[in-house]
């Protein structure tokens, strides 16, 4: 399923990111000096600056509008998304400068003044922008990149710590801001959070078919109860956790997912719509997770 990578694009992908081990280790360890935004599950951040008192979901709303943004945000486009005015933008931004804390790395703020955002000599025009703060998502993109870029073990590693990332539904973002209106700006755009359930779930379908094949039976749960965790409305997730439950011997769990979690599944009031032809053939293939007379 992964792509054939020959030897010279594998070594310019581990040259093209050669913090990405760093990154990862700083991600992972439980008193991390860099800030680290969560997009990957419920929304959050956890920072070394100045503790938020109020409105934490809005200003974790700010904070990635701007931080997922590679070239970052003017005061014009923070104040029109957000519908506020400059000065209120700018007072927002002050905020979460301070939440944001010390960058370690340079001695500067995370959020540099607007003026002198590396950005800025880009655009040619004042901008906000975040520096070295650790985004799920991001880690995520780049293990993928280069897990298929390895492949093999090493590639194949690479891509179970992308889905050791994954700790729900991407963006899954507070009820209050969804009631309140936010991340308007999210759902206009790319869809960046359907691009990272699709990513989730080919990732974690590649893991869970290297699983079975080698006989790693908890790998392969693993991978696939993280692709589910992540689109739990997709039916290749509920695929591969009936093979996963096939392979373990749970015949009947096998069954029960096939019946209630694909071809019974409904997400409306309506009758269950027909298959898609990908899982037909796969059904069809597999006849004992259908067949009420197995073991």
Not at 34 to 44: M, S, T
Not at 128 to 135: E, H, T
């Amino acid at each position: 399923l992964a792509p054939r990578v020959g030897h010279d694009l594998r070594r310019d992908v581990e040259v093209a990111d050669p913090t990405l081990d760093d990154d990862l280790a700083m991600w992972f360890h439980p008193d991390s000096a860099l800030p680290k935004l969560h997009l990957l599950g419920p929304v959050r951040a956890t920072t070394r600056g100045t503790p938020l008192t109020k409105r934490k979901p809005y200003m974790t709303e700010l904070l990635a509008y701007i931080a997922l943004r590679r070239l970052g945000a003017t005061p014009d486009e923070v104040a029109d998304t957000f519908n506020i005015t400059k000065a209120k933008a700018r007072d927002y931004v002050l905020t979460i400068r301070q939440w944001l804390g010390t960058n370690p790395r340079t001695g500067t703020y995370h959020l540099p003044d607007a003026r002198l955002a590396p950005a800025a000599a880009i655009r040619d025009v004042p901008v906000y922008q975040v520096l070295d703060l650790l985004i799920d998502a991001d880690l995520f993109r780049r293990l993928r990149v280069r897990g298929e870029a390895r492949g093999g073990a090493e590639g194949i590693e690479d891509l179970r710590t992308a889905l050791r990332l994954v700790d729900g539904r991407p963006f899954d973002y507070p009820v209050e801001r969804e009631h309140g209106g936010g991340w308007a700006w999210l759902i206009e755009g790319d869809r960046l959070d359907e691009h990272l359930t699709v990513a989730i779930v080919d990732v974690a379908h590649v893991v869970t078919t290297h699983a079975l094949a080698s006989g790693d039976l908890p790998g392969a749960r693993m991978a696939a109860e993280t692709a589910a965790l992540a689109a739990p409305h997709e039916e290749i997730p509920c695929l591969d956790l009936a093979a996963v439950a096939a392979a373990e011997g749970k015949h009947a769990e096998a069954r029960r997912i096939i019946r209630d979690e694909v071809c019974n599944r409904t997400d409306d009031d309506n009758a269950p719509s027909e298959l898609p032809p990908r899982t037909e053939k796969i059904l069809r293939r597999r006849q004992g997770w259908t067949d009420t007379k197995a073991s």
